[in-house]
């Protein structure tokens, strides 16, 4: 199970910590990935973090994933944050890899229920 919190609505250049707290998937060797979805369009690829770490252009530089794994939390550090930023975020897991990550939403079976990021 895959439970996002921190979204909520933020001034254009400011910074949200969205978590990710799963039912134990980041004690084993797993992608956990961030995704984001506006209503009419496809579920984008932010940030994936396993054995690698990989980061979509549009947020490189802006945001940054890691992981706790002695909590069992994914985060996701957004600054410097756009209008066009505004979305519904998720969170994935793909217990199937680990050491080559991907930002591909069909690579990932489970996901959270999603939080709203909303940038004015």
């Known amino acids: 199970q895959l439970v996002e919190s921190g979204g909520g609505s933020v001034q254009a250049g400011g910074s949200l910590r969205l978590s990710c707290a799963t039912s134990g998937y980041t004690s084993i060797r797993s992608c956990m990935g961030w995704f984001r979805q506006v209503p009419g369009k496809e579920r984008e690829g932010l940030a994936t973090?396993?054995?690698?770490?990989v980061y979509a252009d549009s947020v490189k530089g802006r945001f940054t994933i890691s992981r706790d794994d002695s909590k069992n939390v994914v985060y996701l550090q957004m600054n410097s944050l756009q209008p066009g930023d505004t979305a519904m975020y998720y969170c994935?897991?793909?217990?199937?890899?680990?050491?080559?990550?991907?930002?591909?939403?069909?690579?990932?079976?489970?996901w959270g229920q999603g939080t709203q990021v909303t940038v004015s």
């Open positions: 973090i396993g054995a690698n770490t």
């Open positions: 994935a897991a793909d217990l199937s890899r680990y050491w080559t990550c991907r930002l591909v939403p069909r690579e990932y079976p489970d």
